[in-house]
């Protein structure tokens, strides 16, 4: 191949068949460029790779040699590498060949602490609930009914029987702990039930009216549902509940639907996009055929099955696809005429927990479903809506207890699922516990009680971000300087002398507010006993003080007036001056006017007499 002559001061052309990087540098410098080869350098690297490749291979096989002649010669003594490549790979029993260990072995014996913890954990299940740190959010002082929690564990709603939806920011409270919003959307209606959907960015409110809402996560309404035909007998026929909801919940795969019950003794799910009419109706019926009123409804986790909990006390179970016929149904599931408050799946989808109204809490194997696999009793429960739920590693089941007025303290009780023993149990407040919430990437536990508490417990160890978040914040400081600002007057179409400057900025008007002798002046204190600086201090400062006490002066005159004027009779007689002359030569003696008899009116009619 031919060479290009370089010339002194240029950058040398690239050699042709090969691809060349030349530094444009040295072109500035007055100096010889430099020429890269790069597919050299790529062929160099591979082939130090490989050979180191090759040398770390060799160093393995050498250390097993060793290891295997060291462990037949035990009296031989052991040096080198080999021994930490030993104690390395016994301590790491089980990994991959490959992995190449750094460090120093660990000592016979040594086991990880966090090891030790997980192993306490699976033997403890106690262990595993995070209650040893607690906050109160206080949401009103009537019955929280309502919790929710999005997917990511940010924000926490609350709804309760004052009609009130508040919304809780976990990252953007501070250790004052305020809600950030709160309105009524369902105007005089207590919330019945409140959850986000699978993405978090819509939440469903059920009220006691017979139409559901959607709102946005900031709460501004996205859809309501229709309200039904109330004269149409078969509910099939019409487009939506009739009677009060009793409770609802979003589809976990599905962001767009949800589901409904109601006291029209039908369970409906619903299509966000289409607000006139619902998807499909399930029907429950008795063992007569009869209908009956569902008292909660939830889905499967996976989403294919529907179960319904009913007042006559059978839980029915229906595929999504298939509204007419149940798939599983239990008829004495609990005692007839008591209200299930919940139904909720377990997180591997083969158990069914109920909470119902007559103080039991009872799980089922769904694949089994005539007799429950265990029940406890004697948890009284007063609200259509006593929750329960699984633990995120779904061993534990949780629900609250109701008491009444003065009858001692709400507790939280959990149960194990394998045997229902009961593990644990929490004082929450002198009132009722209604809603319970463990959400499983939070790890944390959510309480709705009867007195307008939300309670939350968490463990700063165990749990993540949630309450850590706001706990740690302090309390911020009102400015003072606010005070001082005057609220700004639109009046768009006032003359332009008349017309205020627009306000750019808070803090630059606070300043200009500051530097105005007017504005920023400190009116003076009223003067207070002697005057002083020209200002009188007997009265007060003000003209009300000066009225009170003239007002509190007494001017009245108890004299006679009778006798007061009499005593300037015998001086207007002798020396007359006002009225006398006037009548000297027309009437100069005194005519007075003839007192008349008072009339009988005792005869006359009431309209007649006279009004005194």
Same mark, same amino acid.
């Given at each position: 191949?031919?060479?290009?002559?370089?010339?002194?001061?240029?950058?040398?052309?690239?050699?042709?068949?090969?691809?060349?990087?030349?530094? /444009?540098?040295?072109?500035?410098?007055?100096?010889?460029?430099? *020429?890269?080869?790069?597919?050299?350098?790529?062929?160099?690297?591979?082939?130090?790779?490989?050979?180191?490749?090759?040398?770390?291979?060799?160093?393995?096989?050498?250390?097993?040699?060793?290891?295997?002649?060291?462990?037949?010669?035990?009296?031989?003594?052991?040096?080198?590498?080999?021994?930490?490549? &030993?104690?390395?790979? &016994?301590?790491?029993?089980?990994?991959?060949?490959?992995?190449?260990?750094?460090?120093? /072995?660990?000592?016979?014996?040594?086991?990880?602490?966090?090891?030790?913890?997980?192993?306490?954990?699976?033997?403890?299940?106690?262990?595993?609930?995070?209650?040893?740190?607690?906050?109160?959010?206080?949401?009103?002082?009537?019955?929280?009914?309502?919790?929710?929690?999005?997917?990511?564990?940010?924000?926490?709603?609350?709804?309760?029987?004052? @009609?009130?939806?508040?919304?809780?920011?976990?990252?953007?409270?501070?250790?004052? +702990?305020?809600?950030?919003?709160?309105?009524?959307? =369902?105007? =005089?209606?207590?919330?019945? $039930?409140?959850?986000?959907?699978? *993405?978090?960015?819509?939440?469903?409110?059920?009220?006691?009216?017979?139409?559901?809402?959607?709102?946005?996560?900031?709460?501004?309404?996205?859809?309501?549902?229709?309200?039904?035909?109330?004269?149409?007998?078969?509910?099939?026929?019409?487009?939506?509940?009739?009677?009060?909801?009793?409770?609802?919940?979003?589809?976990? %795969?599905? %962001?767009?639907?949800?589901?409904?019950?109601?006291?029209?003794?039908?369970?409906?799910?619903?299509?966000?996009?289409?607000?006139?009419?619902?998807?499909?109706?399930?029907?429950?019926?008795?063992?007569?055929?009869?209908?009956?009123?569902?008292?909660? =409804?939830?889905?499967?986790?996976?989403?294919?099955?529907?179960?319904?909990?009913?007042?006559?006390?059978?839980?029915?179970?229906?595929?999504?696809?298939? $509204?007419?016929?149940?798939?599983?149904?239990?008829?004495?599931?609990?005692?007839?005429? *008591?209200?299930? $408050?919940?139904?909720?799946? $377990?997180?591997?989808?083969?158990?069914?927990?109920?909470?119902?109204?007559?103080?039991?809490?009872?799980?089922?194997?769904?694949?089994?479903?005539?007799? /429950?696999?265990?029940?406890?009793?004697?948890?009284?429960?007063?609200?259509?809506?006593?929750? =329960?739920?699984?633990?995120?590693?779904? %061993?534990?089941?949780?629900?609250?207890?109701?008491?009444?007025?003065?009858?001692?303290?709400?507790?939280?009780?959990?149960?194990?699922?394998?045997?229902?023993?009961? #593990?644990?149990?929490?004082?929450?407040?002198?009132?009722?516990?209604?809603?319970?919430?463990?959400?499983?990437? #939070?790890?944390?536990?959510?309480?709705?009680?009867?007195?307008? +508490?939300?309670?939350?417990? @968490?463990? /700063?160890?165990?749990?993540?971000?949630?309450?850590?978040?706001?706990?740690? %914040?302090?309390?911020?400081?009102?400015?003072?300087?606010?005070?001082? *600002?005057?609220? @700004?007057?639109?009046?768009?179409?006032?003359?332009?002398?008349?017309?205020?400057?627009?306000?750019?900025?808070?803090?630059?008007? +606070?300043?200009?507010?500051?530097?105005?002798?007017?504005?920023?002046?400190?009116?003076?204190?009223?003067?207070?006993?002697?005057?002083?600086?020209?200002?009188?201090?007997?009265?007060?400062?003000?003209?009300?003080?000066?009225?009170?006490?003239?007002?509190?002066?007494?001017?009245?005159?108890?004299?006679?007036?009778?006798?007061?004027?009499?005593?300037?009779?015998?001086?207007?007689?002798?020396?007359?001056?006002?009225?006398?002359?006037? @009548?000297?030569?027309?009437?100069?003696?005194?005519?007075?006017?003839?007192?008349?008899?008072?009339?009988?009116?005792?005869?006359?009619?009431?309209?007649?007499?006279?009004?005194?």
């Amino acid at each position: 191949a031919s060479r290009a002559s370089v010339l002194p001061g240029r950058p040398a052309p690239p050699s042709p068949g090969r691809a060349a990087l030349t530094v /444009p540098l040295s072109a500035f410098l007055g100096k010889k460029a430099r *020429t890269f080869d790069l597919e050299a350098m790529f062929e160099q690297t591979r082939r130090t790779a490989v050979e180191r490749s090759r040398k770390v291979l060799g160093k393995k096989r050498a250390s097993n040699i060793t290891c295997s002649e060291s462990e037949d010669s035990s009296d031989e003594e052991l040096t080198g590498p080999s021994t930490v490549l &030993q104690a390395s790979v &016994q301590s790491s029993a089980g990994d991959d060949d490959d992995e190449e260990f750094i460090g120093p /072995p660990l000592p016979p014996g040594f086991k990880d602490s966090d090891d030790d913890d997980t192993e306490d954990e699976d033997n403890n299940p106690i262990k595993k609930i995070p209650d040893s740190h607690e906050i109160t959010l206080q949401h009103g002082t009537k019955t929280v009914s309502a919790l929710g929690l999005d997917p990511s564990g940010a924000r926490l709603i609350t709804g309760g029987y004052d @009609y009130d939806v508040k919304f809780w920011d976990f990252a953007g409270m501070d250790a004052s +702990l305020q809600a950030f919003r709160s309105l009524q959307p =369902c105007e =005089c209606h207590q919330i019945k $039930s409140l959850q986000y959907s699978s *993405t978090g960015d819509v939440i469903l409110v059920v009220s006691g009216n017979s139409q559901a809402k959607v709102l946005d996560r900031d709460g501004f309404p996205v859809m309501e549902c229709i309200k039904g035909d109330q004269y149409i007998v078969d509910m099939t026929n019409t487009k939506g509940h009739t009677a009060m909801l009793n409770s609802g919940c979003w589809h976990p %795969k599905i %962001k767009e639907e949800f589901l409904t019950c109601s006291n029209d003794g039908t369970v409906r799910t619903w299509d966000v996009n289409n607000e006139k009419k619902h998807k499909s109706v399930f029907k429950p019926r008795s063992a007569q055929g009869k209908r009956v009123i569902p008292t909660t =409804c939830t889905y499967s986790r996976d989403g294919k099955l529907i179960a319904a909990g009913c007042q006559d006390g059978s839980i029915q179970i229906w595929d999504r696809n298939m $509204s007419v016929h149940t798939k599983f149904h239990c008829r004495q599931a609990h005692a007839t005429g *008591t209200d299930t $408050s919940c139904l909720t799946f $377990s997180y591997d989808g083969t158990a069914l927990a109920s909470r119902g109204g007559d103080d039991t809490l009872k799980i089922w194997d769904i694949r089994q479903f005539k007799k /429950p696999l265990h029940s406890a009793e004697r948890l009284s429960s007063f609200f259509p809506m006593t929750d =329960c739920c699984f633990s995120p590693d779904d %061993k534990i089941l949780v629900t609250g207890t109701s008491v009444k007025k003065g009858g001692g303290s709400g507790k939280l009780f959990f149960f194990d699922r394998g045997t229902f023993q009961k #593990l644990y149990e929490i004082e929450v407040t002198d009132a009722s516990v209604v809603r319970c919430l463990w959400h499983p990437k #939070l790890n944390q536990i959510m309480v709705g009680t009867g007195n307008g +508490l939300a309670k939350v417990y @968490y463990d /700063p160890v165990k749990s993540q971000r949630g309450a850590k978040l706001c706990v740690v %914040k302090t309390k911020r400081k009102e400015r003072q300087a606010e005070t001082l *600002t005057q609220d @700004y007057i639109i009046t768009p179409h006032a003359l332009p002398m008349f017309r205020e400057p627009r306000q750019r900025s808070t803090r630059k008007q +606070l300043e200009k507010d500051r530097l105005d002798p007017m504005k920023s002046h400190k009116p003076e204190p009223p003067v207070a006993g002697p005057g002083r600086g020209g200002r009188v201090g007997t009265h007060g400062g003000t003209l009300s003080s000066y009225i009170v006490k003239n007002i509190a002066l007494d001017k009245t005159d108890d004299s006679n007036p009778r006798e007061a004027i009499l005593r300037h009779a015998k001086e207007a007689e002798e020396n007359p001056y006002w009225v006398a002359p006037a @009548y000297a030569k027309t009437q100069p003696k005194t005519v007075f006017a003839e007192v008349e008899p008072e009339d009988d009116e005792t005869d006359k009619p009431e309209w007649k007499k006279r009004k005194i």
